[in-house]
Structure formats: structure tokens, C-alpha cells
């Protein structure tokens, strides 16, 4: 019902309309089961819009009318901590107290960390054909069968730390700073997208050549670039603390 604008939610009718079916699929779920409370869970949600915030708003407000007790988790990347002071500046001081009192940081990716993410790819397989009963490769097999049966993807882990330690940087942060895990993500798909059938072929610095290109165009300059390092660049002043921690 939140319309357009956030990614993975589709637009429905009317907002009225649609929170009104929201409304009762919720009352007749917790009637079901017998309960009062009611978990809403929104994630990407850097990309809600101002506007999608006041229908949330309005969205529990009715809720709390109807005696149930809504409680919503928005999962999202660092950049959404940029939001409380777009709202403040646009006087939505009853937004930035209803969404941005409690914030909960999860850590991203350590360097250290880093080859046995990269090395789960050589280990994760598809589900196998049940009616061949022929088991699965892995990513790196399915990809890359001679990289798979020359050690892996996992035998260029250090050139993925060193591309992503090159992206942290450029961008002022600190080389072994923690990295955000979907652009690890799209490095690797990216990575073996590009080699797929081809990797045998590449000698180790064509192959270390193809790393930094996927981790290029993995999102995570254009990212900074666009919204600077949320993890970073974003203090609070002591006033605006104060309001979202009361």
C-alpha cells in the first residue's frame, strides 16, 4: 500500500484502500492466533520516501484504535541515517520521534572474514535434480570448473581484500574498515559472471585484473559517491540526540 517508490513493494489501488486491506488481513491474522501484537517488517528501507513515513504513521495509528499493539522493524542500509535530518529540516518532528528513537547497528563484513564468505561459493550447490538424482555444483563449478578443481574461488580472497581495501580508500575510509556484505555479494556474481567459462584461460594477474573490475562495478563507488560514508559522515548534534533518544 505504500505505492511506488520502495523497492520490492508494488503499488495497489488506492493508499486508503490498500491500508484497508492491510488493516483487515492483519485483524483477521491476530484474531486467529489469539494475539494482540502485530510485527510489521519493511526492509531496503533507505528507499521509503517522506511521504511512505506519514502512511506508515497513519498505517499504526489506526491499528492502536483497533487494540492491537504494532511494533515495525526497518531493516536498511547506512544511508537511511541520513533520514532524520531531512525530516527535521522539513518540521516532521512526529516522524523522526515514531521511526528514529531506537537505533540497532549490525556490522558489516571484516577483512578477516572475508575468505570464508568468498569460499562459500565454492561449497553452496543448487538443489539436486531430483529425478536424476545427480547432485548439484557449486557456484564456483558450475562457473568456473577449472578454478573450482584448482583450489577455488576461495584462492582469490586476497585479491577481492585488496580491491575492497582500494574502494575504502578512495573513499576516505580507513583500508581494513567493515564492508558492506551486498557489494561483497555482487563483486563475487559479478566476478564469476565474467570468467564463466573462461577462467582457465586467465593467468593470475588477468584473473586479479577481473576481480577489481567486478568489485568496480559492484555499486559500492558509485554508492559513496552518491551518498557519501553514512557510517562516517553521520553525527548528530547533541540537540537532535537528545530529541531521538527521548
Given at each position: 500500500?505504500?505505492?511506488?517508490?520502495?523497492?520490492?513493494?508494488?503499488?495497489?489501488?488506492?493508499?486508503?484502500?490498500?491500508?484497508?486491506?492491510?488493516?483487515?488481513?492483519?485483524?483477521?491474522?491476530?484474531?486467529?492466533?489469539?494475539?494482540?501484537?502485530?510485527?510489521?517488517?519493511?526492509?531496503?528501507?533507505?528507499?521509503?520516501?517522506?511521504?511512505?513515513?506519514?502512511?506508515?504513521?497513519?498505517?499504526?495509528?489506526?491499528?492502536?484504535?483497533?487494540?492491537?499493539?504494532?511494533?515495525?522493524?526497518?531493516?536498511?542500509?547506512?544511508?537511511?541515517?541520513?533520514?532524520?535530518?531531512?525530516?527535521?529540516?522539513?518540521?516532521?518532528?512526529?516522524?523522526?520521534?515514531?521511526?528514529?528513537?531506537?537505533?540497532?547497528?549490525?556490522?558489516?563484513?571484516?577483512?578477516?572474514?572475508?575468505?570464508?564468505?568468498?569460499?562459500?561459493?565454492d561449497n553452496l550447490r543448487w538443489s539436486p535434480d531430483r529425478n536424476s538424482g545427480?547432485?548439484?555444483?557449486?557456484?564456483?563449478?558450475?562457473?568456473?570448473?577449472?578454478?573450482?578443481?584448482?583450489?577455488?574461488?576461495?584462492?582469490?580472497?586476497?585479491?577481492?581484500?585488496?580491491?575492497?581495501?582500494?574502494?575504502?580508500?578512495?573513499?576516505?575510509?580507513?583500508?581494513?574498515?567493515?564492508?558492506?556484505?551486498?557489494?561483497?555479494?555482487?563483486?563475487?556474481?559479478?566476478?564469476?559472471?565474467?570468467?564463466?567459462?573462461?577462467?582457465?584461460?586467465?593467468?593470475?594477474?588477468?584473473?586479479?585484473?577481473?576481480?577489481?573490475?567486478?568489485?568496480?562495478?559492484?555499486?559500492?563507488?558509485?554508492?559513496?559517491?552518491?551518498?557519501?560514508?553514512?557510517?562516517?559522515?553521520?553525527?548528530?548534534?547533541?540537540?537532535?540526540r537528545t530529541r531521538l533518544e527521548r
Amino acid at each position: 500500500f505504500l505505492g511506488e517508490g520502495a523497492d520490492g513493494i508494488a503499488s495497489w489501488r488506492s493508499p486508503a484502500s490498500a491500508r484497508t486491506a492491510v488493516i483487515n488481513g492483519l485483524m483477521v491474522d491476530s484474531d486467529r492466533i489469539g494475539t494482540d501484537c502485530v510485527i510489521l517488517m519493511i526492509d531496503e528501507a533507505q528507499n521509503l520516501l517522506v511521504h511512505q513515513y506519514s502512511m506508515l504513521k497513519v498505517l499504526l495509528d489506526e491499528l492502536i484504535d483497533l487494540k492491537r499493539s504494532p511494533f515495525l522493524l526497518l531493516a536498511a542500509q547506512p544511508e537511511i541515517q541520513h533520514r532524520p535530518d531531512e525530516l527535521l529540516k522539513k518540521n516532521l518532528h512526529d516522524l523522526v520521534d515514531r521511526f528514529f528513537t531506537r537505533w540497532h547497528r549490525m556490522r558489516g563484513l571484516k577483512f578477516s572474514e572475508l575468505a570464508g564468505f568468498v569460499s562459500a561459493y565454492d561449497n553452496l550447490r543448487w538443489s539436486p535434480d531430483r529425478n536424476s538424482g545427480a547432485t548439484a555444483p557449486t557456484f564456483t563449478e558450475f562457473f568456473a570448473p577449472r578454478l573450482a578443481h584448482s583450489g577455488g574461488l576461495v584462492v582469490l580472497a586476497p585479491h577481492f581484500a585488496d580491491a575492497f581495501r582500494k574502494s575504502n580508500c578512495e573513499s576516505g575510509r580507513q583500508a581494513e574498515d567493515e564492508l558492506e556484505t551486498k557489494y561483497v555479494v555482487s563483486a563475487i556474481r559479478i566476478f564469476l559472471l565474467e570468467v564463466s567459462g573462461n577462467a582457465a584461460a586467465l593467468s593470475s594477474n588477468e584473473l586479479a585484473g577481473v576481480v577489481q573490475r567486478a568489485v568496480q562495478r559492484s555499486g559500492i563507488f558509485e554508492n559513496r559517491r552518491r551518498v557519501g560514508d553514512a557510517e562516517h559522515l553521520f553525527e548528530l548534534p547533541a540537540k537532535k540526540r537528545t530529541r531521538l533518544e527521548r
